[in-house]
């Protein structure tokens, strides 16, 4: 057997299935060849007859997994600080819709935004991620509702992943919100999200995953089923924002389609919980929104736990409710705000990110035939990455490989 490259000396937390915890090697060793990793476990195992071209000494140093940010909104145009400094002023949500802010503010920036424009604002976010140890991210459109700009973000998306060594999936989330040119019937737009928007993002093989925003202030279930429906008949998964500010059961919903994740989840119940375990599908946890709209409904982890529901954790950057980009902070926020274990954070941003994308068979474990993409951290122990705030430890980030 011969590698490209081994790391030697280095402590893995391979977070494969099937080892307890986050399935530490100590003196552990990993190799990879064309991208791919061919080992990962002890140094003492390696076999003997491994040819190597580039030998590389960890001194001891932590890997884990690259890290996945499994939901972002990060393709937009414009901004929402002057929102935000107008909510710090005491305006109201209604106050600062009608001075022009609030989601129809970023759909007019967006739609006037060029698609070299979106590459252009989205891509010091993307480096932001990337600065931590990100080697795979979730990019949903929803900021255009309307077919060329959500066909726009999708392009700029997947240009993203082109202009930066990152992998890059993309979701078509045009059942975001209702334009303003919509009127208020909701029926009609929901009909040509299915009929006009999903058809052109399909056939042009832009959108990996469909997802929908399933709220009061947003879209019924019977609304989001329609979509849910529409991308089965293409053979795409989905992927739901549920039960964020009240329990319309979407949780269940996400599941009964068998969802590859359902979002948010600060009111679902134990039904929903139930429901998303049998499914395999995960829940993914969004701090950062939680805490920048000052939420104090926090998710039932101990449903989740009861039930067995897999955990991820994301950073839902976004302009309006969520302008993180930082899953190091994001850990931290599972653990102080939803009292997550260290464990729980660091398998949710790496294992279970990736198995909420759909993609746990190439990426989120150090295992052989997966793609080499590793997080190598300065840190005494893993606890550190959730512990710090502000702090990023990162030695070195290998994409595929390199």
């Known amino acids: 057997m011969d590698a490209d490259r081994l790391w030697i000396n280095a402590r893995l937390a391979t977070l494969a299935e099937g080892r307890s915890g986050l399935g530490i090697v100590d003196q552990g060793a990993l190799a990879c060849k064309d991208g791919r990793i061919v080992y990962a476990g002890p140094m003492a195992d390696l076999p003997l007859s491994l040819q190597v071209k580039e030998r590389i000494d960890c001194a001891g140093r932590w890997v884990t997994p690259g890290l996945v940010d499994c939901h972002t909104h990060l393709v937009f145009g414009g901004d929402r600080a002057q929102e935000f400094e107008m909510r710090l002023a005491g305006a109201s949500y209604e106050e600062i819709a009608r001075a022009g802010g609030g989601i129809v503010s970023t759909v007019k920036a967006t739609r006037a935004a060029s698609e070299d424009d979106l ?23 929803g900021y255009g509702l309307d077919r060329d700009t959500e066909l726009r973000s999708l392009r700029a ?19 975001h919100a209702l334009p303003p040119e919509a009127n208020g019937d909701k029926a009609a737009y929901i009909a040509t999200v299915v009929d006009e928007m999903l058809p052109a993002v399909a056939g042009e093989g832009l959108a990996d995953a469909v997802d929908a925003f399933c709220e009061g202030i947003a879209f019924s279930p019977d609304e989001t089923a329609r979509v849910f429906e529409a991308a089965r008949t293409r053979g795409l998964p989905v992927k739901l924002h549920a039960d964020q500010l009240s329990n319309l059961h979407g949780a269940a919903l996400a599941a009964r389609f068998g969802a ?37 409904k926090k998710p039932p982890v101990e449903l989740f736990r009861a039930a067995g529901t897999r955990m991820a954790l994301a950073t839902d950057c976004n302009p309006g409710t969520s302008p993180l980009t930082s899953l190091l902070l994001t850990m931290n926020m599972g653990a102080t ?13 790496t294992r279970e990110a990736a198995r909420a994308l759909g993609r746990l068979g190439e990426v989120g474990t150090l295992e052989a035939g997966k793609w080499c993409d590793l997080a190598i951290w300065n840190v005494e122990r893993p606890a550190e990455l959730v512990y710090r705030i502000g702090f990023n430890p990162l030695h070195a980030r290998v994409w595929r490989g390199k």
């Open 119 to 141: 590459v252009a604002s989205a891509l010091p976010r993307l480096d932001h991620l990337i600065a931590e140890g990100v080697t795979t991210v979730e990019i949903k459109s």
């Open 157 to 175: 998306a997947r240009r993203l992943g082109e202009a930066r060594p990152v992998t890059v999936t993309t979701t078509f989330l045009g059942a």
């Open 260 to 296: 590859l994740s359902a979002d948010h989840l600060e009111y679902t119940d134990g039904e929903g919980a139930a429901a998303m375990a049998a499914a395999g599908t995960v829940a993914v946890l969004l701090p950062g929104a939680f805490y920048f709209i000052r939420e104090t």
């Open 337 to 349: 705000l939803f009292r997550l274990t260290v464990e729980e954070c660091i398998a949710g941003v």
